[in-house]
């Protein structure tokens, strides 16, 4: 089965400073994608950044861009320029996808504070 | 285009009470999915339907919790008696099939708290 791991419970950095949020995997799928989702106290979850487990480059979208090492198994988010806007939690996630369905496992999660 | 639409966005029940969390996923979309998120156990996958189909319920906690996909529009997630540790936030997603990114579109949720 996968699992996630996020081992930073909480974060802090200050305004225009850039910052990494950690997340391990573990799957024995060959295919796979990661992803993390921005959910601020608003509730709501916000798509920001997708790996393939077969691409090369590290993904990037504007600020945030991830930094993924697979033969260590992680795909740490790095948001560059905080803003305090970007306080909220954030959860990696891995995608299986087998047999033409795909199902999405969470990391609990970590709580960014951006301070000013 | 509407996102994922879910209702109610809150519910306070007492406990033994019926409760039902409707959803309406994205058109065109051909996978939909229940998780549910506490502060003890974060997001967790309850179950999901790939084209009106069932296709893992493993995550559902127990025989109060079903779940039904009668159309390809429409998703029930029905929790019957309800209890006050089923209070958490019940988000239903959805997203096309593979062949793209896998992303999945939530909706707002539903805030479920059982007295």
């Known amino acids: 089965a996968q699992k996630i791991t996020q081992t930073q419970p909480g974060m802090f950095v200050q305004e225009k400073e850039a910052v990494t949020l950690d997340c391990t995997y573990d799957t024995s799928d060959q295919s796979y994608g990661l992803f993390w989702y921005k959910q601020p106290s608003s509730g709501e979850m916000i798509f920001l950044i997708y790996?393939?487990?077969?691409?090369?480059q590290n993904a990037t979208e504007g600020r945030y861009s991830l930094n993924f090492q697979k033969a260590r198994k992680s795909a740490n988010l790095v948001i560059s320029a905080s803003q305090l806007g970007d306080s909220a939690m954030y959860f990696c996630?891995?995608?299986?996808?087998?047999?033409?369905?795909?199902?999405?496992?969470f990391g609990k999660g970590t709580k960014l504070t951006v301070n000013p | 285009d509407a996102g994922v639409i879910q209702s109610p966005r809150h519910e306070v029940t007492e406990m033994g009470q019926e409760v039902t969390l409707r959803c309406k996923p994205i058109s065109g979309h051909n996978s939909l999915f229940w998780y549910r998120q506490t502060m003890m156990r974060g997001l967790e996958l309850l179950i999901y339907f790939n084209n009106n189909v069932p296709i893992d319920d493993s995550g559902m906690p127990e025989d109060r919790f079903s779940a039904k996909m009668p159309n390809a529009s429409f998703s029930t997630l029905k929790i019957q008696p309800s209890e006050p540790r089923d209070s958490a936030v019940y988000f239903c997603a959805s997203s096309p099939l593979t062949g793209n990114t896998g992303e999945l579109f939530f909706g707002e949720g539903s805030r479920l708290t059982v007295l």
């Open positions: 996630a891995i995608l299986r996808v087998q047999g033409g369905s795909e199902k999405l496992v």
């Open positions: 790996q393939g487990s077969y691409d090369e």
